[in-house]
């Protein structure tokens, strides 16, 4: 039986970065029930660089992670992980109290956000619709992310420090003995003294393996799809558009437009499909606030985005059960803040306490804890 120092179960953003943070002084074993690593939520995410999502902790960790975006280890990506884009929340005439609360909360976190008008928003995206548009704010720091090449350049990385990664390796069941775990998988048993719970949507079901108790994880389901704008409409330059109550979205895409009803719908983990109605309802919302016709929906999708109940990552190990250590509940938030989050995950589980620039920006154990949520389930 091959023997590491940590087992991360799941191999998506979470898992990834967790191992690579990790095998800096560890042997890791990364272990992924799919043929490929991130087949779920990783490989269906459209993400953002965005330092004004999410609560306060989220954002630090969000800031935490931007320095390593920006100038990643050598060898890590063969071009920028960040591409300018910008965010622009807009809003109806009723909606308009909601814009300027989302402006106050999102100026403390970015100095440069700023409230656009009506015209100038017209100005940036000129299918807004002058019927549909009062204000907007926008935050001028949002980026696109390579969320291939952030993902691989962690993987690529463990494998440079002799970690590994072993896929179609569901994991069947968990037994800890003389302080180690074994991790029974359809690839084989792997042994190590600490078991990484990064198993996105699936992390209560792994906890029950190992005899964890849960800490009632929802996975919520977030719908996507691409389609072609006219021939005439020139999307480059465009920021990503958002409904400022959270309602719709879309983004240039390589020339195409991506979009979403930014839909949350509770669901089992699974092997998640889109519903053709909430695509149905996100073409109808985009097409009252836009004049974009939408006549042929190239490719439509599905993730799955875990939240427990306070809406902050669970981070930290099992008050209950030895070395089995929670990387769970990231939401929608796992791909921008996971350089940060991989460091506070390799210095939680090897008993180093909480990075110091993260514990600057109000970051503590407590907050992050499964004990939390497994006292009060």
């Known amino acids: 039986m091959e023997r590491y120092d940590f087992i991360v179960v799941g191999a998506g953003i979470a898992g990834a970065s967790a191992g690579f943070s990790l095998s800096h002084r560890a042997r890791v074993l990364l272990i992924e029930r799919e043929s490929h690593p991130g087949y779920h939520s990783t490989g269906r995410s459209a993400a953002l660089y965005v330092q004004t999502h999410g609560p306060e902790a989220v954002r630090a960790i969000t800031r935490a992670s931007r320095a390593f975006f920006l100038d990643p280890p050598a060898g890590f990506a063969d071009a920028p992980l960040l591409t300018p884009r910008g965010m622009m929340f807009i809003a109806r005439a009723d909606q308009t109290d909601a814009l300027e609360r989302s402006f106050r909360e999102s100026i403390r ?10 015209r100038e928003a017209r100005a940036m995206v000129p299918v807004l619709r002058e019927d549909y548009i009062a204000g907007a704010i926008l935050d001028p720091e949002a980026m696109d992310i390579d969320v291939h090449a952030v993902h691989y350049g962690y993987l690529r990385g ?8 072993v896929t179609n ?11 180690f775990w074994t991790a029974h ?14 198993a996105g949507a699936w992390c209560d079901k792994v906890a029950a393996l190992a005899g964890a108790a849960p800490v009632g994880l929802v996975p919520k389901r977030r719908t ?9 409409i020139d999307t480059r ?5 958002h409904d400022v109550g959270e309602s719709f979205y879309f983004k240039p895409d390589a020339g195409r437009i991506l979009a979403s009803p930014a839909d949350e719908t509770p669901m089992e983990p699974c092997d998640v499909q889109p519903d053709d109605l909430d695509v149905a309802i996100a073409v ?18 599905a993730g799955l985005r875990s939240f427990v ?8 190990y099992d008050p209950k059960v030895d070395g089995f250590f929670w990387l769970a509940g990231q939401g929608g938030y796992g791909i921008e803040t996971s350089p940060a989050m991989g460091r506070l995950c390799a210095s939680l589980a090897t008993r180093k306490g909480i990075p110091s620039d993260l514990a600057d920006s109000g970051i503590n154990e407590r907050m992050l804890s499964p004990a939390r949520l497994v006292a009060a389930i």
């Open 169 to 179: 390796a569901e994991l069947r069941g968990l037994d800890f003995r003389s302080g």
């Open 158 to 165: 463990l494998r440079s420090r002799n970690g590994a990664v």
């Open 109 to 118: 976190t970015v100095g440069a956000v700023r409230r656009v008008d009506a």
């Open 309 to 316: 109940a306070d809406g902050l990552p669970v981070v930290g």
């Open 284 to 301: 109808e919302r985009i097409q009252a606030a836009a004049r974009i016709p939408v006549t042929h929906i190239i490719r439509r999708w």
């Open 224 to 232: 996507a799809f691409i389609f072609d704008p006219p021939a005439e």
């Open 237 to 241: 330059r465009w920021p990503s558009v």
């Open 185 to 198: 998988t359809a690839a084989g048993e792997f042994s190590a003294p600490v078991i990484v719970n990064a």
